[in-house]
Structures are given as C-alpha cells and as structure tokens.
C-alpha cells in the first residue's frame, strides 16, 4: 500500500495508489495523512476499505506524504563514507539537527535556491515518520512506533550552514528545502529498512549510489535514542542521513544551479523529481 497526498498546495487530500499505479481518494474515509491514520489501527481500517469503490483521481500533483507535522528532525554524518569524503570524524554518538516544517513540499515541486546562496546542496536520505507516541523506547521495540517510510531531498545551504555561525538549521530551513513523498509505505511492508538501496542524479549523472545498509546507526537505534531526549508524536520525521555523493564532497565541490533538474530515489519507495530555479 502507498498512502499519498493530492491536490493544489495547501489544499491536498489523502489517497493511496493502487496496485495498477491509479491514484484513489481516501477523503471520504480519512481526514489526512496525520495523527490517528499513521497509527497501526489506522493504516489497518484503509487495508480493509474495497479500493476498487473508491474514486480514481486523474493525473494529480503529490503533496508531501505525510502531514500534520511537529518535529522534522535530521540525522548528521550517518554514512561512514560521506564523513570521510568531507574531512568529518564519524560521531561517537548520532548528531542531532532540526529543520523547519515550512521546508516541506511535493515530491515533484520546484526547488528554489534562496537569496544570497551560493552552495545549495543535495542530499537523499530514507524517511521515517512515527505513527504511536514514543518516549524511553528501547532499541528492540523502536520500529514498532514507526508508521512507515519514504523518500526525502533533505536540500541544505552549506555556506549558510558552516559559516553563518550557529546552528546547522539556518542551512536547512530554507522554502521547499524539505521535498518528502511520492507516497508513504507502512512499515510491515518493508522487511528491512536497513538494506534499500538509494540513489540521486543530477541532470542525469548519477551522484549518489549507496544502501541503507550503510548506515552506522540504524532507524531502530535513531527512534530509540531520539526518544531519550524528546517525545516523539505520530507524524513526526527522522530524516536518517546521507550517503557520500553529495555536492559539498566533490572535487571540486558542485552545487545547485538554476535550471538543473534532481531526481532521486529509493528502492520501493519510489522516486523524485524536481526542476532548479532562483528564488523571488
């Protein structure tokens, strides 16, 4: 099952799409893809609906998968490889950066590279949203808190984010720097987060190629270490980190341009999209 979001910006419905690739509204069973519907109870009552009542929706725009979202949480140096790449060290414990909700967008949506940048980067990554309340969770009983998966351009400015001082945030929170979808996979449906493979290109070169399995912490350990610190409530996102291949750890060092299109994805998750332009 793939629960997506349709519609204008700012005005999406819930759907799914079936196993034909038809896009099927949800709106008359379901109020959002938020809260109560990403628990296991609710992923359960869409499974029992007969999909084939429900209406075809032709030809629509996927918003981000997942709405209703208090805490868009990312996950630094999380592959082995792009710490060295860069000149990191690999971090004795999981680096933790937030990024704004206002950041989120379409898969397919246009990036804008903001006012004054000069280093907008790329960076694929395996998403997590959390569909049941998560506080002091051991590691063992982690993905049970998880409702499911998908793909996320997690875009950062990295002049802004190493040399405007602060936190890591002013270089991950710029307009449309958070594409999220095309869909949402629960989480039964995916045997092993740990070994997807991933991928992203840049006007058709490929940049990116790697595996979730590269990952040093893994998403149990991330859901469970996280809710040390925070509760973590359905709807909220762990963006999990990014394989080598970014722009930043080039030789050169290369970035986004206007008119360059990405495109990116993640082996049954599906994949991304987008055109490059200046922003207003």
Not at 43 to 51: E, P, Q, S, V, Y
Not at 116 to 141: F, M, P, Q, R
Request: glycine share 10%; with cysteine; aromatic share 6%.
């Amino acid at each position: 099952m793939r629960l997506v979001r349709f519609g204008e910006r700012g005005a999406e419905r819930p759907g799914l799409v079936d196993d034909n690739g038809l896009v099927r509204d949800l709106s008359a069973h379901v109020a959002d893809i938020a809260g109560d519907t990403l628990s296991d109870a609710g992923i359960a009552r869409i499974r029992a609906l007969d999909i084939a009542l429900l209406p075809v929706v032709d030809k629509p725009r996927f918003g981000a998968c997942v709405s209703g979202v208090e805490k868009f949480i990312c996950i630094g140096l999380n592959y082995a490889d792009p710490a060295r790449e860069t000149g990191a060290q690999i971090p004795p414990e999981p680096i933790i950066l937030f990024k704004a909700t206002s950041t989120l967008m379409g898969p397919n949506d246009t990036i804008e590279i903001p006012r004054n940048s000069t280093k907008t980067d790329w960076e694929v990554e395996l998403g997590v949203v959390i569909g049941k309340h998560c506080k002091y969770v051991d590691t063992a009983d982690a993905l049970s808190h998880v409702a499911g998966y998908f793909v996320v351009n997690d875009l950062s400015e990295r002049d802004f984010q190493h040399n405007r001082q602060g936190q890591w945030v002013k270089g991950k929170s710029a307009d449309t720097f958070g594409p999220i979808g095309p869909w949402l996979v629960p989480r039964d449906e995916i045997d092993d987060p740990q070994n997807l493979a991933m991928w992203l290109d840049v006007n058709g070169e490929r940049l990116q190629s790697s595996s979730t399995s590269n990952m040093v912490y893994t998403v149990a350990f991330l859901v469970s270490y996280l809710s040390q610190f925070m509760s973590l409530h359905p709807g909220d996102i762990i963006s999990t980190g990014t394989p080598n291949g970014v722009g930043m750890g080039l030789s050169p060092p290369r970035y986004l341009r206007a008119g360059d299109i990405v495109s990116l994805g993640i082996q049954a998750l599906g994949e991304q999209r987008q055109a490059v332009r200046n922003a207003d």
